[in-house]
């Protein structure tokens, strides 16, 4: 199915900080009118409170849910929901266009793993995407998590996944001139702290990763492994430095970015689909 | 004793006591860990895996830094018939009762403790994880 590009083209392009979601009891997809009403009312008596205010600035908070039907993978998926807090400042013209201020995304790609056997009041989303101010996101964290009693939580990255997704997207095929492959390391046990940045020409990574996926479609960890540890060999080879005894924080590559403490940033509208559901399997690990 | 890799230098060989117990610690951030251990293990002599090899596995207490697979564990469990033990190192409480584990499976594997084997001792570990 072929939905909006413009409409998943709001998730390309911008920092998302990751979060797990446990399943939510009695979402119905038919109220987010009512929900968006509900959680606008909430914020505004949260920032009477003093909190979710943005030091100096006089705005009206318009909140709006909606559904991206494109962002799912299988039949059982649940369609991603979005939620956008907007603001026009009061000084402004009518006719000036809001401002988005956080938008947050659940989603949930090919996470049949989790939706197989739950009940029916309850929707699984489990991969929560969140732009914009911490403050923003704990209000409406803190309303989704009262209203439909479930469990937001970081989602971090270990090094070995981190790994899984450089051996995955380096494989991948970009048409236009890609950006260089970069992997962050950082040194642990020092007085003060080292990043080690190893960039590699996208071309020749990818010819590294040919020379060792056997099946195309098909990654087992050995090939991942192998793949990495040629990487870390070869920087020893150079700089006589075991990039294997430190942490790997980050990895950039044309299709996306990814940071350990549960960041990404997705690049490519081809491979959003890919991306998710890796996402997915991960938040749903959290979980369970 | 402590060293970093095996083999240990020859130069020492004749003033060193009798080895009763191997620990090989890998630290689950550190890929190089589980490397120099699967290196060193090719120094040591067959009889040592009668129950006188222990693989101690640190770090656990931060599933979000880790950089190795505990399948790779499991591979090494079952390949060198040794048990393995899992803590966390770093933190003060744990340090303490591994080290008391550790000196009580020295004890077995000296023989300093009647009715238990270093190879029986091994085995009941093996079952008990398996579970």
């Known amino acids: 199915e072929s939905g909006d590009p413009q409409r998943t083209a709001l998730l390309l392009r911008k920092a998302w900080t990751l979060y797990s979601v446990t399943p939510l009891y009695r979402f119905c997809r038919g109220r987010l009118r009512d929900y968006a009403r509900l959680l606008s009312a909430f914020i505004a008596a949260e920032r009477q409170k003093g909190l979710a205010v943005e030091v100096g600035v006089e705005l009206d908070i318009k909140v709006a849910l909606s559904i991206l039907p494109e962002l799912q993978g299988s039949e059982q998926d649940q369609p991603a929901v979005l939620v956008q807090l907007s603001s026009r400042s009061r000084a402004s013209s009518k006719n000036s266009e809001d401002k988005i201020l956080w938008s947050g995304c659940f989603c949930c790609v090919y996470g049949d793993d989790l939706s197989e056997n739950m009940p029916e009041d309850f929707t699984c989303l489990p991969l929560f995407l969140a732009n914009g101010a911490e403050s923003y996101m704990s209000v409406v964290g803190n309303w989704f998590q009262k209203t439909f009693d479930c469990i937001f939580r970081r989602l971090a990255i270990s090094p070995f996944n981190l790994s899984w997704m450089v051996a995955m997207w380096v494989g991948c095929k970009v048409d236009k001139a890609a950006s260089a492959m970069e992997l962050v390391f950082s040194v642990p046990r020092l007085p003060q702290p080292l990043d080690i940045s190893y960039a590699i020409h996208p071309e020749d990574a990818r010819a590294l990763w040919d020379t060792i996926q056997k099946t195309p479609g098909e990654i087992t960890q050995e090939e991942v492994d192998v793949f990495m540890d040629c990487l870390y060999s070869h920087f020893h080879r150079h700089f006589k430095i075991r990039l294997s005894a430190t942490k790997l924080v980050k990895i950039s590559t044309a299709i996306a970015s990814a940071h350990c403490d549960g960041i990404v940033k997705m690049l490519h509208s081809q491979y959003l689909s890919g991306v998710l559901m890796l996402l997915t399997e991960l938040a749903i690990s959290q979980i369970q | ?131």
């Open chain 2, 1 to 131: 004793h402590i060293a970093t890799s095996l083999p240990l230098p020859s130069e020492r060989d004749h003033l060193r006591p009798r080895i009763d117990l191997i620990v090989f610690v890998i630290d689950i951030k550190s890929k190089c860990s589980l490397k120099n251990v699967e290196d060193s293990l090719a120094y040591v002599d067959a009889n040592f895996f009668l129950g006188k090899v222990y693989f101690l596995v640190t770090g656990v207490g931060r599933v979000n830094c880790c950089s190795i697979e505990i399948n790779a564990i499991s591979k090494l469990r079952e390949t060198y018939c040794s048990p393995v033990l899992f803590c966390e190192l770093e933190l003060e409480g744990v340090r303490v009762a591994t080290a008391q584990r550790l000196l009580r499976i020295l004890q077995i594997c000296a023989g300093l403790v009647p009715g238990f084997s270093a190879l029986s001792f091994s085995l009941l570990m093996r079952n008990s994880a398996d579970d």
